[in-house]
């Protein structure tokens, strides 16, 4: 089989009028899709006020200008782009104004209303300047961060992490600050990337500069819970990489994936491949030497995205055939391919990290370039397959999961071989509700045309809802109820003391109080997560 040609496509060239990109200062704006199956963003300037504008764009090319910001009132200068919720509406951050001039938190329906959710306050410690979009975490509220500011005051703060409601509820969860005992910003500072949702529930992020290494210049990765505990994954050392621009992104394999823009071998920036528990693997270092590597791109603001084909897709602000940044494939394994290099119409510097649509295609935004130099959205087809994107990725039975993509005609719907009901009408959104039999792993849509299916297995999230007796001896028997218990891997009482058990249902587990046990709540492990007990069971003489 001849293998399919790769296209670079400019799908659109911004004008100012319906909005234009920063050619002077980083523009990282991610995309989004809609449950219409088109594309959502923001650009940072242009527009009636010129500051700044949501669009949607269908993958033809089709243009929407859905909204003009007002800096004043609203907010102005969304650098960071939209998040879709599970509501269907976008959710989205403009880095300054909002009457307190600081920024603010946004949610806008698909027809354009825009609701404002928060104006930052720097006189509480809430931060200011939010360059990325809040991404929406299993329970249901969103989490981001501002680039500056916190609890230490303005001008003088590293940056922040909030929680805020869909309802619009805010709770800062953590200051990065300075600590003048080590002389340095160990958990990173000015993080200015979106977060990521781990499939152990916690939050992954970077951080630009900070951390514990050296002069404390060269960034991080860092983990934060819902609760907001943060500890560093990786403080990068120049070495393997420095300066992360984009957010990392976890692949099928649970590893996290990312670039910096600077360090590494040549001091261009690295592509990374990092353990959750910090061990990293520079898959590839940027060069900017000869002629040869600099056609291969360097300075890679964007993050990764991992294709349909399972290779992550990345862009260069820097370098190609033309100068101009360049489009690159990486496998999991470091093997590195330029993909499409920019000429300048079609854009050039693209800085976004790529989108990956549903239809198997990657889509961006270029800082520059475009017909009248204010930048461009592109389109990069690999020849992937299309397929299926659940809204969440991870929830318990019962919970209603949206379905992204081609499934017009839609017969059935199955969760790792579990049928389940579904929903709704048209060929690019399905609503589908997790049935209590399943277990961890792929979400098929069965279609007159074909079997599209998720990329990663979808986590069914377990629940222990009750057990009895309340109390036993070592030996005696235990029932556990709860959903998603199929798959349990390990039972633990009081002590961290490892039973043994048998799984009689997806709703069942007979545990046996085991040997070291102490008064305590149990746990299950299952391939889709970990839970406890809400009570303690007593382990009696």
Do not use: C
């Amino acid at each position: 089989m001849t293998a399919k040609a790769v296209t670079l496509t400019s799908v659109r060239s911004f004008d100012f009028a319906d909005g234009a990109s920063d050619r002077f200062y980083a523009y990282t704006g991610q995309l989004a899709q809609g449950r219409d199956g088109n594309l959502y963003g923001t650009m940072p300037f242009g527009g009636s006020n010129n500051a700044g504008t949501a669009f949607k764009l269908t993958p033809g090319g089709t243009f929407t200008k859905l909204h003009d910001f007002d800096y004043a009132t609203e907010g102005g200068n969304p650098y960071g782009g939209l998040t879709l919720g599970k509501d269907g509406n976008f959710y989205g951050t403009n880095t300054g104004g909002g009457i307190r001039g600081a920024g603010t938190v946004f949610k806008m329906t698909p027809a354009g209303a825009v609701t404002i959710l928060h104006r930052f306050n720097v006189a509480v410690g809430e931060g200011f300047g939010p360059y990325a979009p809040p991404i929406q975490g299993r329970d249901g509220n969103f989490y981001g961060t501002t680039g500056y500011g916190g609890a230490i005051g303005f001008g003088k703060g590293d940056g922040t992490i909030y929680r805020i409601t869909p309802s619009g509820t805010f709770t800062t969860l953590y200051t990065f600050a300075y600590d003048p005992v080590l002389g340095t910003h160990p958990q990173g500072s000015f993080p200015l990337a979106p977060l990521i949702q781990g499939a152990d529930g916690a939050l992954y992020g970077t951080a630009n500069t900070g951390g514990d290494v050296g002069e404390s210049l060269h960034g991080t990765v860092f983990k934060v819970t819902t609760d907001g505990v943060v500890s560093t994954v990786y403080a990068f050392d120049y070495t393997h990489g420095s300066n992360p621009y984009g957010p990392v992104t976890q692949g099928t394999d649970g590893n996290l994936y990312g670039t910096t823009v600077y360090g590494g071998t040549f001091g261009s920036g690295t592509a990374f491949k990092l353990t959750l528990k910090g061990v990293i693997t520079v898959l590839y270092n940027f060069d900017n030497g000869s002629a040869a590597a600099l056609a291969k791109g360097y300075y890679p603001y964007a993050g990764l995205v991992q294709g349909s084909d399972g290779s992550f897709y990345g862009a260069t602000n820097s370098g190609g055939a033309n100068g101009l940044g360049a489009l690159f494939r990486i496998t999991p394994a470091g093997v590195y391919t330029v993909k499409a290099s920019f000429h300048g119409t079609d854009g050039s510097s693209p800085q976004s990290t790529p989108f990956l649509h549903t239809n198997g295609r990657i889509y961006g935004l270029t800082r520059a370039g475009g017909l009248v130099n204010a930048g461009t959205l592109y389109s990069l087809d690999v020849g992937a397959p299309g397929f299926i994107a659940p809204i969440p990725n991870a929830a318990k039975a019962g919970t209603p999961v949206g379905l992204l993509g081609a499934v017009g005609g839609t017969t059935g719907v199955s969760f790792n071989g579990v049928n389940a009901s579904f929903s709704g009408t048209g060929n690019t959104f399905r609503t589908t509700v997790v049935p209590a039999g399943a277990a961890t792993g792929l979400i098929k849509v069965t279609t007159p045309t074909g079997t599209p299916q998720t990329l990663k297995a979808f986590q069914q999230l377990p629940t222990l809802t009750a057990f009895g007796p309340a109390s036993g001896a070592v030996g005696s028997a235990v029932i556990l109820t709860g959903s998603g218990l199929t798959q349990t891997t390990k039972v633990t009482f009081g002590g961290g003391a490892i039973a043994s058990f048998v799984v009689d249902s997806a709703t069942q587990i007979t545990a046996t109080v085991p040997v070291g046990a102490i008064t305590g709540k149990i746990a299950a492990t299952t391939a889709g997560g970990r839970v406890s007990t809400a009570t303690a069971f007593t382990v009696t003489p």
